[in-house]
């Protein structure tokens, strides 16, 4: 009992949050002439923040592309993108994308395992105030018939 509450105690503190070190880190990175201010400040607007792309069979893939326009007054630059969960994979413009012009981040979703109604998000951490912007995108899923 005594090792089972000191190992308890020691998984407690072992434990970190990797997705809130590497954004914060991430975004220590952004060049100083890239990063925002009240005055100076890109703007992430998307054409579709939620999308439904219908039914598909367990097992299926889909992929969806969200555009996206900077609204701001100065460069956007995406940092890294997170998926909801290992189902969801994102692809996104690399590319600094200047006022006034498109972007997009491209997600994959594989429903192998999955069934039902599926919600999931992806986040974009960029040089925005607040830096994070999310898009969401539902799917429902058929059993896979035997």
């Not at 054409?47 to 996206?68: A, C, N, R, W």
């Not at 069934?115 to 898009?135: F, H, I």
Request: with cysteine; aromatic share 10%.
């Amino acid at each position: 009992m005594k090792y089972f509450i000191i190992i308890c105690f020691l998984g407690l503190f072992a434990c970190t949050n990797k997705q809130k070190e590497a954004r914060n880190s991430t975004e220590e990175s952004i060049p100083l002439e890239l990063r925002p201010s009240l005055e100076k400040h890109p703007v992430m607007k998307f054409d579709q923040p939620v999308v439904y792309l219908g039914k598909i069979t367990e097992g299926d893939s889909i992929s969806y592309t969200f555009h996206f326009k900077n609204e701001g007054n100065m460069p956007l630059k995406i940092l890294t993108v997170n998926a909801s969960c290992g189902c969801t994979t994102p692809k996104w413009t690399k590319e600094l994308v200047m006022p006034g012009k498109k972007g997009f981040i491209k997600v994959s979703f594989d429903s192998k395992g999955k069934e039902g109604k599926v919600q999931k998000t992806v986040t974009a951490y960029c040089n925005t105030m607040p830096s994070d912007n999310m898009v969401a995108f539902k799917v429902e899923i058929a059993r896979k018939k035997l």
